[in-house]
């Protein structure tokens, strides 16, 4: 959801009523202008995207047609949604636009608003390069950001969106304590000013804290809060991603009839979303909740065709979760040819994808027990444990003698 910004300084005057009649007439006008510049921004930018980077300065440089407070406004939004679909190109998109704020008239919109929108891109910028694991290089651009947030107007929500991104940072940066700190007080400033919605965002955003710290039961609480406050008039996708995290979280801590019901209440929302990456997930939530209430048969169908899935499109850690949902299978059925089989397809399957070497080790040493028919429940279970946990800890080592 974009933020809008209105940038008008106030005029002083020793008549209250004189005040009031002024501001009135003057907020008026000055919405006028951004509406005006507001349609007029998707054009401009037009413009400048037909250029190469050079042509762009010249034409900032030389025309205040492109001056505009619409079109900056349009060039941060887009810098958002970049950086979340391609990180490489929603770094470029933020550097237009700080770009196009240096151009702006400080004394038409105001020095602070300006601070304001530049710290907002810059903070988008950060992001993209967290997403890029480019993990320092988005600590110096955060730091940045929030200098330009204290020079700014104060503004309580430019605030909250900047700890919200930065909790994203400090979680893949291990920082949790850090990362649960900032979420909390991003979450109580959406909630101060009302916006439900971006509260709830942000509880999803704490619930990924928590998982990534191993906290799996403490995020069920948090998703359940933040399914409550998410409008899905804005985002249908949030909600679908926050209730399928629910029913995952639900379903790997053996809470297997809450996510049978929590399921049923998800299923119009899968269906709304046919594509393969998404019914894949479905297919394999399905799956485990079925294999957890004793299914085995339902579960196999769904987990090796979620499998297949994920094999197509080439989701290599997704693909060796699933297989070791499929091999606890086996192994509760004494399922000895099975497991073999699909325990010799998993290493040279991942060997060849970006799939890390401490998981790749984990694989090996359960391709060896099982050859060696030393791999029972327990065995398959501490695997697959370790899968889901190095998940979201890279570094984690597998320890074989466990």
Known sequence: ?????????????????????????????????????????????????????????????????????????????????????????????????????????????????????????????????????????????FRQAMSHLRRGTGDLLELAILLDLLASLRRSQRR?????????????????????????????????????????????????????????????????????NLILVLTDTGRFLEAQRAYREARPLYHNFPEPSIQNRRRWVKGKIARGLGQAEEAES???????????????YE????????????AEQGRTAELKRLAAELVPIFASRQIHREALAALAFLQRAVEAERAGVEVVERVAGYLRKARYAPDLAFNESL
């Open 1 to 141: 959801m974009s933020v809008k910004i209105h940038p008008f300084r106030p005029v002083t005057s020793t008549s209250y009523e004189g005040v009031f009649e002024r501001t009135r007439r003057l907020v008026a006008r000055w919405m006028r202008v951004l509406e005006k510049e507001r349609i007029e921004a998707p054009g401009l930018l037009a413009q400048l995207l037909s250029r190469t980077g050079e042509q762009r300065e010249i034409m900032l440089r030389n025309s205040r047609r492109f001056r505009t407070w619409g079109l900056l406004e349009l060039v941060v939004e887009q810098t958002l949604v970049m950086s979340l679909q391609d990180p490489r190109r929603g770094e470029e998109w933020g550097r237009l636009a700080l770009r196009v704020a240096d151009f702006l008239e400080a004394g038409r919109y105001g020095a602070e608003r300006l601070e304001d929108l530049r710290a907002r891109t810059l903070a988008y910028i950060g992001n993209a390069l967290r997403i890029q694991s480019d993990l320092a290089g988005a600590d110096k651009i």
């Open 302 to 316: 769904l987990l090796l065709a979620a499998r297949d899935g994920f094999l197509a499109e080439e989701i290599p």
């Open 319 to 330: 693909t060796a979760l699933v297989s070791m949902d499929l091999s606890l299978l086996y």
């Open 176 to 244: 949790f304590p850090e990362s649960f700190k900032l979420l909390h007080k991003a979450v109580s400033a959406f909630l101060k000013l009302g916006d439900l919605h971006r509260a709830g965002r942000s509880l999803v955003n704490l619930s990924a804290a928590l998982l990534y710290a191993g906290l799996a039961e403490e995020s069920v609480p948090v998703l359940y809060r933040a399914l409550d406050l998410i409008d899905p008039k804005q985002e249908p996708r949030l909600l679908l991603g926050t209730r399928h």
